[in-house]
Each structure stands twice: as C-alpha cells, then as structure tokens.
C-alpha cells in the first residue's frame, strides 16, 4: 500500500505516522548505542589509574633521562588490515601506526613528542595529546616486529594531519638551551 501512494503521489495520514515511527526508531537507537560507548566517570580514572601503573617505570626513566622512551602507536582500527605492516595510509582512519616519544602522563591525557618545531629562534617540542580513554590498551614489552612499549589506541575520525591518530590537540614545550645564536 505504500509503494501505491508513492506512484500516486498522495499519501495518507498513516504514511506519515509510519515514517515519523521509523525516523523515531532510528534517533532512539542511535542515542542509546553514543550512551552505550561512553565511559563513566569512574572507568575514566580507573583506565588513567591501569595505564599509569602499567607505565610507572617508564615514566621514571623519562623523568631521569635513563632510558630511550621511544614507543609506537597502533591504530585499533586498521590493526588486521593486510597493508597494516606497509604503514599505508587509509582514507578515513589515517595511518596504520606510528612512532613517537613519551613525553609525560599528565591530568588530561599522555602527552607524546611527535617532532621538533622552531618558534621565533627557540627549538619546542611539539607535543601530542591522547586523551586516557582513546588508549585501549598497552603492551609494556611490545610485540614481534617491536620491541619497545606499544600503545593501542582509538583513532579520531578526521584526520588532520600524518600525526592524527588520536590526538586532541599539541603542546609546545621549549627544548632547555636551545636559543640560537644571532649572527
């Protein structure tokens, strides 16, 4: 009956309850799968509190400088791509993975260095910002291919740039005695 009002170009008063419905159906699934992915305020710190722990010897190296703290990135979304290992990049979710640096575990995030930028004659990090609850899990002891700590991480939806994995934002922090002479 509905395909017969389309032809005939008159719909009734039922026809636009039933789509109404269908529209309907569609927002309240829709809200309750977003409220489903969300976390609560609790698994939030309960995930900072697992990832710093897994992290605490790591973050001290950095702290004293004692140890390389470089580590890679693995974007959850492309991990069981076949061209995962050629690192190519997808038209949606970016890269596949990434290296950086471990900058420091901060309130808002950790924070990794993703290169060197001069501003106004000073060398700053441009630092990278992950939010906690975009890291999904982390492998201290990294995998066959390597072997330094790997996170797993939720990739944003647009990317922006090579580096946009999942960062929410970049810091710059100023190298110590970097200022360049003036000739």
Known sequence: MLYENLDNSTWMLSDYLALIGIIVSIVIATGIYLLQQRLSDKQKIDNQILIENKLNKKLENIRYEKANSKIQLYNSKL?????????????????????????????????????????????????????????????????????????????????????????????????????????
């Open 79 to 183: 991990l069981n791509k076949s061209y995962f290992t050629e690192n190519k990049r997808s038209r949606i979710w970016g890269y596949p993975y990434h290296g950086a640096e471990l900058y420091s575990a901060n309130f808002d995030g950790l924070e990794f260095v993703v290169g060197l930028e001069e501003i106004k004659g000073v060398l700053h990090y441009k630092v990278g910002i992950i939010p906690y609850d975009r890291i999904l899990g982390i492998k201290p002891d990294g995998d066959e291919s390597f072997n330094g700590t790997i996170f797993y991480v939720r990739p944003l939806l647009i990317q922006k740039d090579e580096y946009s994995i999942s960062y929410v934002g970049f810091r710059y922090y100023a190298v110590p005695a970097s200022k360049k002479s003036k000739s």
